[in-house]
């Protein structure tokens, strides 16, 4: 244990020196607000900023943009509260709860649920990065192919064994979802598949923030003008420094789910490709499964705010994890962060903790240190944030649908994804309308890449043995869980349905 202490204290001595703490706040407000920009998120403000950190030394540097990538993940919270849009791609789930919580006059408690989440899973992860570093990614490397499916599949099967929406019709999403992430270009032969009307721009794929963004934020503007005629009702959000204070005395009431999500929401993000969207739905689904009120979710449950922001926060961290020690960045955000250690002349891999130890622990340390600066910064801003619940829909809405075109078109500046961001937002009004769930489908999409190219590589791999998932124990075991999730809905309609027999 001292060996850990010993480097962590040294490497928290060098986030604290003066031009890296200042650089740690700025990349933290930076992040905050890059967050909460609709269609921006951490992968961009990130790139956009890398020249900047020329201006300052290596060590600064990276601190300077690994903490825009915490300031981004508690900022994609905000715009899924106070607007309904997600601010990011891993902020998705947060919408589900936080917006309904938002609209029923407690959007000052969902962003406060946000903010601790976020705290308290990014500190989890912080503490196991460093501790329990190298048997975690020992861990990650021993999964394949067949664990990374089976887990794919574990993901599908929390929303199909939920409970609280109809399974045809929460298969149905699924498969819409599953349909719009295999457009594009065949993953193994390089042909184009399902590329609607020869239309170009379905090369390229199907953007999973451009279906986000067009369902939870165009949708939610149509949506919203036909329950209300055109006249949003405004909500009254108070905010003050009582409330901060007792909202922060409610953080009990979802601290298991928090702390679990931030533990599931490691582990996921350690391994290779799969990130903190991933992390966040899970954590979404599982929390919902094993609620006392699943039926409470997607309606106002502040666990449902606590556990994807936990997760995802937590998933950003561990992404950090096979960046610094095999070399293999996490997350889209990480590869960025990656070329940036690059340019510096630091490479990432085993013999990085030997040949730059100030540079790792340091980096170390300011994990811990952006982690509590953001919480701290995101809680100051509240107030803000809760200023634009009580704005006229009529100033309101033209905001939003302009926020959301920008995030259709800046991630590829395509013309493309806007028309499409507009269609997907028709599209999520009527499936509302006709009582469809959403979620499982802009889950499909995140999940459907990964496990589509997991499923090829394992029967690849078999020479076309399906037997392949059920002959390694940790793949076997994944399925059985999900086995048991798809039997959850018909052990309770068989429950629900025995003492009326009893009865005749």
Known sequence: METIIDPLLGGLLEAVQPVNLMMMVIGCIIGLFVGAMPGLGSVNGVAILLPITFLVPPNAAIIFLAAIYYGAMYGGAVSSITLGIPGASTAVATVFDGRPLAMTGRGDQALMAAALASFIGGTIAAVLFTVAAPPLASFALSFGPQEEFALMVLAFATFIGLGGDDIPKTMFSIFIGLVLAAVGYDIISGNPRLVFFDIDGFLRGVSFLVLAIGI??????????????????????????????????????????????????????????????????????????????????????????????????????????????????????????????????????????????????????????????????????????????VMPFTILAPIIFVLCLVGGYSPNSSLHDVWLMVLFGVCGYILRKLDYPVAPAVLAIVLGGLAERSLRQSLLSSQGDPMTFLERPLSATIFFCAFALLMVPIIRRFLSKRPQTAGT
């Open 216 to 389: 939870y934020g165009i949708g939610e503007i149509l949506w919203t003008m036909e329950q209300s005629g055109g006249k949003m009702q405004v909500h009254y959000v108070k905010s003050s420094f009582r409330s901060v204070v007792e909202n922060m005395k409610k953080v009990k009431n979802y601290l298991t789910q928090t702390v679990f999500s931030g533990v599931l929401g490691y582990f996921v993000g350690i391994l290779p490709a799969a990130g903190a969207t991933p992390a966040s739905l899970m954590a979404y689904g599982l929390s919902k499964t094993f609620s006392k009120n699943p039926e409470s979710f997607g309606k106002g449950n502040v666990v449902g705010v606590a556990a994807p922001e936990s997760a995802n926060n937590a998933a950003s961290t561990g992404s950090m994890l096979p960046m610094l020690t095999l070399g293999i960045p996490g997350s889209p955000t990480t590869a960025i962060l990656l070329g940036g250690m690059i340019i510096w002349g630091l490479r990432p891999g085993p013999l990085l903790f030997v040949e730059h130890p100030d540079f790792v622990w340091g980096l170390i340390g300011s994990m811990y240190m952006a982690n509590l600066f953001t919480v701290i910064i995101n809680i100051a801003f509240i107030p803000l944030f809760v200023r634009v619940l």
